[in-house]
């Protein structure tokens, strides 16, 4: 059996939309309901996801046993078995469970085709970190019915894991065109915060929580206000979102992460352990276990970074190169990080995440004048990362390029000050040993920007492992 992952791309970018693909395929009970009796779990389970919202997660579960219980009796029944593959994934992105990909793997073999499976199995295989197979399944699902909004999410996510940020953009447009909510609205802040369009992301967001139907819906999209000021380095205010968040739903993953990496900015790090410790409980992603390993790792705490970094490294993560190569990059063998990462760029991850990581573990490996091409790569695409400006500028300096070093390593502290433990201070090491900038500086030594969209505000972001 292929070891199974949760792709953090997935789950980054919302999941209201997995199950949206068959939700109208499900009938509750044979014959139909009583109307005076109020819905219950499987059913609001069922409303949240044909309005493309996220359902609470005990409603999904209920859902989940619903269709297994029927399908023990009608095991024909291929619209059950769309729905029941459907909900397993959603299970998989919401629990970072691995086991629940392999149980939506054979439901779907069962299923019924046409647009609903495609867009079904499009789902599976970007939760697999599968882009390529992502993609293939969502354009048969858009040839077939382009008007189908459900085959919009899954084609975003296939063409942002293979760095086709223009294909992307497109979907994205289109299904704004078919679909409007919460959903919407949080993957367009999505697409404002990858080019880079700070104040138009957050506008954005800002009607995701505006248009939440659901609680759970709610606290991923103040969830995502969170890592918005996050990125900007506003620990204060993304702490704010988090609680809010958590306040709704106080297991939600994403949301102790981020109010771990807050704590730890503000200096509360006893609290930011406790909250990163809960969060790798809670959803065990490689992202959570690098930064809180690396946490560990700056407090002194050698014993339990050694442990959070094992436990990434033993586990079969076939969707995590990026964490998995930087853990080698800065904490173990260079040169295995770059074969790792050569590797996924060879086989079409070419996502500025794999970029940015394939260029650091190459300059960690001693070649940083192709290191260099990598990382103008990751930085020219448009997302404003205080991660990525701070490897550019490190390479840089590598080669005695030092106006653009200062330029990047400034550029990293304007965006996000906090945005690493272990590698912010550093940032501010390098910048000190380079000094000020001289007297006369060429016309764009102070930085760059983003473009702007027609009739938007512009503005810079930052993002830690963005």
């Known amino acids: 059996m292929r070891p199974e992952n949760v792709s953090r791309t997935v789950l980054a970018s919302g999941v209201g939309a997995v199950l949206a693909a068959t939700a109208l395929l499900y009938v509750p009970e044979p014959g139909g309901r009583d109307p005076a009796r109020a819905a219950g779990p499987a059913e609001r389970a069922t409303s949240a996801a044909r309005a493309g919202a996220q359902a609470a997660l005990p409603d999904l579960v209920a859902l989940i046993g619903d269709r297994e219980k029927w399908l023990r009796a009608h095991p024909g029944d291929t619209a059950s078995w769309a729905v029941l593959g459907s909900a397993y994934t959603e299970r998989a992105l919401r629990r970072a469970d691995p086991a629940d990909l392999t149980r939506a793997g054979a439901a779907l073999e069962h299923a019924a085709g046409g647009p609903d499976g495609q867009v079904a199995l499009a789902a599976l295989a970007n939760a697999r970190g599968d882009w390529a197979a992502g993609r293939s399944w969502g354009e048969r699902a858009r040839k077939t019915d382009p008007k189908r909004w459900a085959a919009y999410p899954v084609l975003i996510d296939a ?133 809180a390993g690396e946490l560990a790792e700056s407090l002194g705490r050698e014993g339990d970074a050694r442990a959070l970094y094992g436990r990434l490294r033993a586990g079969r993560w076939p969707d995590a190169e990026v964490e998995l190569g930087l853990l080698d990059a800065d904490h173990g063998d260079p040169a295995a990080a770059v074969r790792r990462l050569r590797a996924a760029w060879a086989g079409g991850h070419r ?116």
């Open 159 to 291: 063409y942002n894991g293979l760095g086709d940020y223009r294909a992307a953009g497109k979907a994205a447009e289109k299904l704004a065109e078919l679909h409007a909510g919460a959903a919407v609205s949080g993957r367009t802040a999505q697409l404002y915060r990858d080019r880079g369009w700070r104040e138009d992301a957050g506008a954005a967001a800002l009607d995701a929580v505006a248009l939440a139907e659901t609680g759970a819906e709610k606290a991923a999209a103040l969830c995502r206000l969170g890592d918005l000021a996050w990125e900007r380095g506003e620990p204060e205010e993304a702490l704010a979102q988090y609680g809010a968040a958590l306040g709704l739903d106080g297991d939600h993953g994403p949301s102790l992460a981020g109010r771990a990496r807050a704590r730890a900015a503000l200096g509360r790090t006893e609290e930011a352990v406790r909250d990163w410790r809960a969060a790798v409980a809670r959803l065990p992603l490689p992202r959570h276990l690098l930064e």
């Open 351 to 466: 996502s500025v995440r794999v970029a940015d990581a394939l260029g650091w573990a190459l300059y960690r490996a001693g070649e940083p004048k192709e290191a260099l091409e990598f990382a103008k790569r990751a930085t020219d695409e448009g997302l404003r990362s205080a991660l990525f400006a701070y490897h550019r500028g490190e390479i840089e300096r590598s080669l005695g390029d030092l106006g653009p070093a200062r330029r990047h390593l400034a550029e990293a502290l304007r965006t996000n000050p906090h945005f690493s433990p272990l590698l912010a201070p550093r940032a501010r090491e390098s910048a000190a040993a380079l000094g000020d900038f001289p007297d006369e500086l060429p016309k764009d030594a102070l930085g760059t920007s983003a473009p702007a969209p027609a009739g938007g505000g512009a503005g810079g972001r930052g993002a830690a492992r963005g």
